[in-house]
């Protein structure tokens, strides 16, 4: 770690990607044939480390494994998982190691009610231990992830892991996602619009640095468009932005021209292994 990081936060983008991924499997378009490593987009996901030595890892993406070799991550002191589609969650169980230890230990996970509840569904054998496993069907070997889920407040001041949070709820298809706000960044991911109240909470915050949905230019029923995201950035003006959860509709450098006309801030396309202080 840099001096430097001593005296501020660090975001790291795991992935920049959509659900899909990019390359998505099959393709033969323009951004999925491009040679930019920038237009390389593992599934959406990014690791917090704050000035006060904590990490902190969004979603588990399906790459889990393959960013967290790359990002060589060895400790995570919690997740936030934002929604329970499979591109933010299907990478759960590679948590598994890093609750090995020495010491072993458990990670809390850090969610909102509704997902916890489809969490619990989706993944009995690690979340409802008790009831998956029983007298004439117990835990054989030691291969499940120590996870403990934690049901975070919504639009108010909250500490996890020491650190001081806000969490949004923002609507998103059948569900809802879980947006952030640390210590001047703020994090709105998978949604089709944000609610007044967010906007009027960001505003009053004043952003320095926003990452932001934007999976497609034109129209999208669950995900934030270009269009939708230059409006959100317009009205809440932080001082930087980035655009993360691209499809492949949107190339980098494609992209960072359109981000180039939008003057009242410094906007950008986020890619993977991109590092932004805070
Ligand atoms: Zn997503
Ligand atoms: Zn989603």
């Known amino acids: 770690m840099s001096t430097y990081n001593d005296k501020s936060n660090t975001v ?53 494994r393959t960013q967290a070799l790359r990002a060589k991550i060895d400790h995570v002191d919690g ?11 299907h990478g759960i ?25 489809h969490l619990e569904e989706k993944f009995p054998y690690i979340f409802k231990r008790e009831s998956y496993f029983s007298k004439g069907r117990p835990i054989l070997g030691g291969g499940i992830p120590k996870l403990d889920l934690h049901e975070v407040k919504i639009n ?27 210590q001047g960044f703020a ?20 952003v320095d640095l926003l990452i932001i949905d934007c999976v497609k230019s034109g129209t999208h029923n669950t995900h934030l468009t270009f269009e939708k995201a230059r409006d959100y950035i317009e009205r809440t003006k932080p001082k930087r932005a980035g655009l993360i959860h691209m499809g492949h509709g949107l190339g980098h450098e494609q992209l960072e ?21 805070y």
Not at 96 to 114: A, T
Not at 157 to 182: R, W
Request: include cysteine; proline fraction near 7%; hydrophobic fraction near 30%.
């Open 156 to 182: 108010q001041e909250e500490k996890i892991l020491e650190e001081d949070f806000i969490f949004f709820s923002l609507p998103h298809g059948h569900t809802n996602s879980l947006g952030f706000y640390h």
């Open 93 to 117: 169980d590679d948590l598994r190691p890093l609750c090995f230890g020495p010491p072993p230990r458990n990670i809390p996970v850090f969610v909102e009610k509704n997902i916890k509840e």
């Open 79 to 89: 997740a936030i998982i934002t929604h329970d589609h499979a591109d933010h969650v």
């Open 12 to 64: 790291t983008i795991l992935g920049s990607g959509t659900s899909t991924g990019i390359p998505i499997i099959g393709c033969k378009c323009s951004v999925c044939l491009s040679e930019n490593p920038k237009d390389k987009r593992l599934r959406t996901s990014i690791l917090i480390e704050t000035k006060s030595n904590k990490t902190i890892l969004v979603d588990t993406t399906p790459d889990f």
């Open 187 to 206: 994090y709105i991911i998978d949604c089709e619009s944000i609610p007044e109240e967010v906007l009027a909470k960001l505003e009053g915050l004043k």
């Open 257 to 277: 021209k359109m981000c180039n006309e939008i003057k009242c801030s410094d906007v950008f396309p986020t890619y993977d292994e991109q590092k932004l202080k």
